[in-house]
């Protein structure tokens, strides 16, 4: 299974990320026409203004709302070069290097933007910056909500949202972007996607369930429902869950 950090990097020059998918694979699969659909910064007063190609849109529960899409293309070599492989034309060489997409939001001088991921299952976080950014993130995503964006933010799952350290929230591109993770293989979407997710009652609901979930995971240290289940109603009660807790959180 891939490791997601090899995946997502937001540095101080652009977010990038990486298919994992040649260029023909890439739009023979249908993901180009998929570019166009923009993903969601969420800005917070004194936050970082993103420069162009961010376009605002919105401003909602004390959040600047900007879309973005991607608008760099690259393509870089594999790091371990899969068996040369020819085209059905015949003869020549198919091109193996995976494409890079990237857009030039900055991190911020001298940080990275991290995960939620990595927020949510520990990583290298401090106890304290892991509660301020899933807040910060579960505020976004509220914002997100009341402007009627639900519908940019639910399907992304932990792994697609990152946290910039003046506060900044962005949601990787929908359908873009859950798609790719479903493209990547079974274990790795249900890991890193579908088990964080719900979008069965909705898009506001769905908001609310990855939330939750995150929460869930931060207190206890697994999920709320049995991981061998197939469907979303074995929810294990926080109580239980969770030593000595308040059953009312």
């Excluded at 068996?83 to 015949?90: F, L, R, V």
């Excluded at 993130?137 to 909500?145: G, K, P, R, T």
């Excluded at 932990?158 to 929908?174: A, K, N």
């Excluded at 999920?223 to 926080?238: A, Q, T």
Aim: with cysteine; aromatic share 10%.
């Amino acid at each position: 299974m891939r490791d997601f950090r090899d995946i997502l990097t937001w540095d101080d020059k652009a977010l990038s990320l990486d298919t994992m998918m040649t260029e023909r694979d890439f739009s023979r699969a249908g993901f180009a026409r998929l570019l166009d659909n923009p993903g969601l910064l969420a800005v917070p007063p004194g936050g970082i203004v993103p420069p162009e190609p961010v376009r605002f849109i919105v401003s909602c529960n004390g959040f600047s709302l900007y879309e973005w899409r991607f608008t760099h293309t690259e393509l870089k070599e594999p790091e371990q070069l899969p068996e040369t492989k020819k085209t059905s034309g015949g003869g020549r060489l198919t091109d193996m290097r995976l494409l890079r997409l990237s857009v030039p939001i900055p991190s911020g001088a001298g940080s990275r933007g991290k995960l939620l991921y990595d927020c949510v299952t520990g990583g290298d976080w401090d106890a304290r910056l892991r509660w301020d950014a899933l807040l910060t993130v579960i505020s976004a995503m509220d914002a997100a909500v009341s402007a009627g964006m639900a519908g940019m933010t639910a399907p992304c799952g932990p792994l697609g949202i990152m946290v910039r350290e003046d506060g900044s929230v962005l949601f990787l591109p929908v359908p873009l972007f859950p798609r790719l993770v479903a493209s990547w293989g079974d274990d790795f979407s249900y890991t890193y996607l579908d088990i964080w997710t719900n979008l069965s009652r909705g898009m506001e609901s769905g908001a609310v369930y990855t939330a939750s979930v995150c929460l869930y995971r931060m207190l206890t240290g697994f999920f709320p429902r049995d991981e061998k289940s197939n469907g979303y109603g074995d929810i294990v009660p926080l109580e239980i869950a969770a030593y000595n807790i308040d059953s009312a959180v």
